[in-house]
């Protein structure tokens, strides 16, 4: 079954405290994307990837870093979370097809930070 | 400030009746997409479209894309409950960066 996997779904952690929440897609995709979600907002995104070893800043990269290393992984690093990280992430992948982007979304993780 | 507005942002209608949800910017979009994400669960895509004035239907669901390629709208004929849903708005704009609206939550009660 194609799909976006990431774990966890659910953390609560504290201010300071590193943690990482993985991705993983299974559709050979070349694109990857980090995305969170606050009421009101909607999704903004947080990094991108165009392919292995290739990512860059999307519109609230700070308090963020990403990697990839593999074509199927990109996770997404909080080095010292703040309470204003709080939110709902979703991670994303697609092909590039015709000058659109079709995304598929993992299922979410939520992030609490105390 | 959100570069794609969607209104309203919540709607609650009985099944059956019909609903429209709209999105609108100033930017001009080279594509424009719709999804649906229903709770614990991430964004499911509906349709693209990327031709001014185009239309497509998907069932009871009909996507309309403007004429100017800067407004779409989401119209849902006889509304199940099964609709109930955020539905988010997507646009790919010329430096094909693609950018969502906050969202509308639908709520169809029986």
């Known amino acids: 079954e194609a799909q976006v996997t990431q774990n966890p779904r659910y953390l609560i952690t504290v201010t300071g405290k590193k943690l990482t929440v993985t991705c993983s897609q299974n559709?050979?995709?070349?694109?990857m994307s980090w995305y969170r979600q606050d009421p009101g907002l909607g999704l903004r995104q947080i990094y991108y990837?165009?392919?292995?070893?290739?990512?860059d800043k999307g519109d609230v990269p700070e308090g963020y870093k990403v990697s990839r290393k593999e074509k199927r992984n990109f996770p997404l690093i909080l080095e010292s979370p703040s309470p204003n990280q709080t939110s709902l992430y979703f991670c994303?992948?697609?092909?590039?097809?015709?000058?659109?982007?079709?995304?598929?979304f993992g299922e979410g993780s939520r992030l609490t930070v105390l | 400030t959100q570069l794609l507005e969607q209104s309203p942002q919540f709607l609650s209608i009985q099944e059956g009746e019909n609903l429209t949800v709209y999105c609108n910017s100033s930017?001009?979009?080279?594509?424009l997409q719709w999804y649906r994400q229903e709770p614990g669960e991430g964004p499911v895509l509906l349709v693209t479209?990327?031709?001014?004035?185009e239309v497509k239907k998907l069932k009871r669901l009909t996507f309309q894309f403007g004429d100017a390629r800067k407004d779409s709208s989401l119209h849902i004929t006889a509304a199940q409950p099964g609709d109930t849903g955020l539905y988010l708005c997507?646009?790919?704009?010329?430096?094909?960066?693609?950018?969502f609206g906050a969202g509308t939550q639908v709520v169809v009660t029986p």
């Open positions: 997507a646009g790919t704009d010329s430096w094909g960066k693609l950018q």
């Open positions: 559709m050979n995709h070349e694109y």
């Open positions: 930017s001009v979009f080279s594509s």
């Open positions: 994303a992948s697609s092909f590039w097809t015709g000058g659109t982007r079709e995304l598929f």
């Open positions: 479209v990327v031709t001014g004035g």
């Open positions: 990837s165009m392919n292995v070893e290739v990512t």
